[in-house]
């Protein structure tokens, strides 16, 4: 099967730095890409990793290590508008569905 | 320029009733892909429509179906609505298939309560 799992909750302090892992049994997949959704709002496109590595915009930056089935998202110099809940997605290649798979999600808290 | 429109925003049906949502992508984007938000199981696949052709489809009954039209405006009907479809249905539109470009653009969702 597929799925990918991501903890439910996290928190976390103004100023500090938060890690949420997105691990995934998924067997191949086109990158790993994570969302981020405030209440009410829609979901909005944070990062993509098409490679192993690290990509970094701003005060996000985005890991994915394919070997070991392991991608996190880590966020810097937190801020309270940084509460939210964060996606990770990865896309099934065409042999299996060729769909757009969503873990369910963490929530973060963030503490002043 | 102009984001992700869908409408209705907000839609109370009940048991046994049919509805139609719509979703009119960014100018320009050509594929759309439907997902149901619930708070148990997240975001989940419907469909996926690229040039008014439906590219894949997720793991849901054929209550749910969907079409997109030569604008690129997608519509999604669920017939003989159940308790369980109550959810969140977010509409996303990608400027080339999201297996060539990976950034979807989502919609403010539109909220269905089925009584």
């Known amino acids: 099967g597929q799925s990918l799992e991501q903890p439910s909750e996290v928190t976390a302090v103004e100023g500090a730095i938060v890690q949420i892992n997105c691990t995934y049994q998924t067997s191949g997949f086109y990158g790993l890409s994570w969302y981020q959704q405030h209440d009410g709002g829609a979901p909005t496109f944070l990062s993509y990793n098409a490679l192993d590595g690290l990509e970094e915009t701003g005060r996000f930056s985005s890991f994915l290590s394919r070997s070991d089935s392991y991608g996190y998202l880590l966020l810097q110099e937190l801020q309270m508008k940084d509460s939210a809940s964060y996606f990770c997605a990865v896309r099934a290649p065409p042999n299996r569905d060729d769909k757009i798979i969503f873990g369910k999600g963490t929530r973060l808290h963030i503490l002043p | 320029k102009a984001g992700v429109t869908q409408t209705p925003r907000y839609l109370i049906k009940t048991r046994g009733q049919q509805v139609t949502l719509s979703c009119s992508p960014i100018?320009?984007?050509?594929?759309v892909s439907w997902y149901q938000q619930t708070p148990g199981q997240g975001l989940q696949f419907l469909f996926e429509?690229?040039?008014?052709?439906?590219?894949n489809k997720g793991n849901f009954p054929g209550r749910f179906s969907g079409r997109q039209f030569s604008n690129s405006r997608s519509e999604m009907n669920v017939s003989t609505l159940e308790l369980g479809d109550s959810a969140l249905y977010l509409c996303?539109?990608?400027?080339?298939?999201?297996?060539?470009?990976?950034?979807?653009?989502f919609g403010p969702g539109t909220r269905l309560t089925v009584l």
């Open positions: 429509y690229f040039s008014e052709t439906q590219r």
């Open positions: 996303a539109s990608s400027l080339v298939k999201t297996s060539d470009y990976n950034e979807q653009f």
């Open positions: 100018s320009g984007h050509r594929s």
